[in-house]
């Protein structure tokens, strides 16, 4: 059976967290994450625990998550040494993700080094697909990345995919290791309405712009020529 978690805000940024937690700590497989509104905290959506297999997480917008640890929008850890521990067939598509400037913390001399996708702790990786996200990095940090390989031992097998992702100011570059085919990311500045209550209307593409149905076709709905990249 599938769990479907949708259409909620997660407030961590709110009196009873007070920036600190997670949106989402996620340690099973089979579940679909979307259109949910993540803002705050130490990390959005993470997995601690053994391989976690058919994970979709779609359509979410995260902001302002703060960096002590991990360092990322979503993160895979790989807990359990023995059994190994990463993501096994999962999707994470269509989701934009604001780095803002309002935290201030600093560690090892870097400003707010928050990522988008961390596999943490050597998390190994079989046939995953990033696409059609957005990254916007207004955090003055100088080494952020859509992913971040936080130390040794990741083990990638199958087909894995980085694609059609937006990035503006990752200044870590796209992330490298053997066995993730990147292709057709590019950079600049996002092409948002940028005004209003965030997430809605504030995330939303510019009619026309460089978001607006400049995504890749995933098999989700849409309207118009292509999908729009991000979670609107």
């Known amino acids: 059976k599938r769990i479907f978690v949708h259409d909620n805000v997660f407030d961590i940024l709110g009196p009873r967290a ?4 997670y949106g989402i700590e996620c340690n099973i497989g089979d579940i679909e994450i979307y259109r949910n509104w993540f803002n705050g905290g130490a990390n959005g959506v993470v997995n601690w ?3 976690t297999r058919y994970i979709s ?3 979410n917008t995260f902001y302002g998550i703060v960096h002590y640890y991990p360092t990322a929008a979503i993160t895979f850890n790989r807990y359990d040494t023995a059994n190994g521990g990463g993501m096994l067939d999962c999707l994470i598509q269509n989701n934009t993700h604001h780095m803002n400037n309002t935290v201030t913390s600093t560690f090892n001399g870097q400003v707010h080094q928050v990522h988008f996708l961390e596999m943490n702790n050597g998390a190994d990786i079989n046939n995953f697909d ?5 990254i916007i990095n207004t955090s003055g940090g100088t080494v952020n990345k859509l992913i971040n390989f ?3 031992g990741t083990v990638v097998t199958g087909t894995n995919t980085a694609r059609y992702n937006f990035l503006q100011g990752i200044t870590g570059g796209a992330g490298s290791l ?3 085919t990147y292709s057709n990311n590019i950079t600049g500045t996002a092409q948002i309405v940028g005004s209003g209550v965030k997430p809605d209307p504030y995330y939303k593409p510019v009619v026309g712009g460089n ?3 400049t995504g ?3 098999g989700l709905p849409f309207a118009g020529t292509a999908p729009s990249k991000g979670a609107y």
Not at 18 to 21: C, K, L, P, R
């Open 150 to 152: 936080a130390a040794v």
């Open 211 to 213: 978001l607006d149905q």
């Open 18 to 21: 007070n920036g600190y937690g």
């Open 130 to 134: 990033l696409s059609n996200n957005v």
């Open 49 to 51: 625990h053994e391989p």
């Open 216 to 218: 890749l076709d995933i």
């Open 178 to 180: 053997t066995g993730i």
């Open 57 to 59: 997480i779609h359509h």
